[in-house]
């Protein structure tokens, strides 16, 4: 860098061959730091532009034009007679909840476009990024506060029909995450409008995401029932009239509820998982473990289940790698085992066919599309540089 008088030179950043585009060329855009976040993202699924997965993006009513058809609301937050809701941005709250609605606007005018429908989604059109905690960015719109309109201080983004709700609640939490703060920091964005939200880059997450994330919401679901299930039997002993018609029926509950809790406690346990959840050789081999005394027969046991478990590592690190394009380095490793077209497997050839599989999982850009991402795990266990496998 060149240096005139009197000057002085701070540092400075080179950059080699950039991309030549219209958007704001800012140090946060090229920096490693946000590649690295960008990349963290991807981990989620492909990023899209948002207009991929939004069919209208909209700027809220301005107030200030509409000064003599807004209303104030009632004690209990209720609009008056012949008059609808209207949110502002201090109505979306932390953790993408929708507070209550700032002020009401008469009805009668309002055009159908902007009125809101159930899903979509209110962002904030003024955003702080200096705040080092996630952003209150974006919340949904539930059908229990329609009708509803919605201020300039918010854009309305309304997802595609294709979008499901899994994958727009996804969406909607990823709206609120620091990745999304990053990406307008590095993008010179100051203040939302349209366009911006239109490039923002979102995830558009992988099926076997998705399903983890609708069976945690199903079992938060199950278990808030069974809780209050339960609470609902414990103050219904002493608001009942008769306590002989309340004990009979505590004692069956208590009887449910044990069941329940036993079970979950079984579940947590290494045993019970072995057991109910493993390949059957292991599941066997790991009883006949707990059975056999000490001594010999024991650590005759012990090697055959590590043998077998070994080997069902490796397979599975095998299996991971099936890319049906090019062969990937667990299948270039396992073709370089074979000799006049036979394969054996021995300890040695597991463990590296496992290690590879494993260093596959860990640097593959979309490790949540992988049979067994938590493959991954194996990267940094099995790195023993005193084990003569390592």
């Not at 080179?14 to 690295?36: C, I, M």
């Amino acid at each position: 860098m060149a240096k005139r008088g009197g000057g002085e030179v701070g540092p400075s950043t080179v950059l080699r061959n950039p991309g030549l585009d219209d958007q704001p060329w800012t140090y946060e855009r090229f920096s490693k730091h946000y590649e690295a976040t960008r990349e963290d993202s991807r981990q989620l699924g492909t990023l899209r532009p948002l207009s991929d997965l939004a069919s209208q993006i909209t700027i809220g009513l301005h107030r200030t034009l509409e000064v003599n058809r807004v209303i104030q609301l009632d004690e209990s937050g209720a609009p008056p007679q012949g008059s609808v809701i209207c949110f502002g941005s201090r109505s979306i709250g932390k953790g993408g909840t929708l507070l209550t609605p700032v002020c009401a606007i008469l009805s009668g005018d309002v055009s159908g476009d902007f009125m809101l429908q159930s899903g979509d989604v209110l962002l904030r059109s003024t955003i702080d990024l200096r705040t080092e905690r996630p952003l209150s960015l974006a919340a949904t719109v539930t059908g229990d506060v329609l009708p509803a309109t919605f201020d300039q201080s918010c854009i309305r983004v309304r997802l595609r029909s294709d979008v499901s709700p899994d994958a727009a609640e996804l969406v909607v939490s990823y709206l609120n995450s620091v990745h999304v703060k990053h990406w307008f920091i590095a993008n010179g964005i100051q203040e939302l409008d349209a366009a911006a939200l239109r490039r923002l880059e979102v995830p558009d997450p992988s099926t076997v995401l998705l399903l983890e994330l609708r069976t945690l919401a199903e079992a938060e679901q199950q278990y808030r029932t069974w809780a209050d299930e339960a609470a609902a039997a414990r103050r219904g002993m002493f608001a009942a009239k008769s306590f002989a018609e309340q004990i009979p029926l505590l004692s069956a509950r208590h009887r449910t509820e044990m069941n329940r809790l036993l079970a979950a406690r079984d579940a947590g346990r290494f045993d019970y998982r072995v057991r109910n959840h493993y390949p059957h050789p292991l599941a066997l081999r790991h009883e006949q473990i707990l059975q056999a005394n000490s001594g010999k027969r024991k650590i005759d046991e012990v090697l055959d289940c590590a043998e077998h478990l070994i080997t069902w590592l490796a397979v599975m690190a095998i299996l991971q790698d099936q890319d049906p394009s090019a062969r990937g380095p667990v299948l270039q490793l396992l073709g370089s085992y074979c000799r006049s077209g036979a394969l054996h497997l021995d300890w040695g050839k597991c463990v590296a066919l496992l290690r590879a599989g494993a260093i596959f999982t860990m640097n593959h850009s979309k490790r949540l599309t992988l049979r067994f991402p938590e493959l991954a795990a194996f990267s940094v266990q099995i790195a023993d540089e005193l084990s003569v496998w390592s």
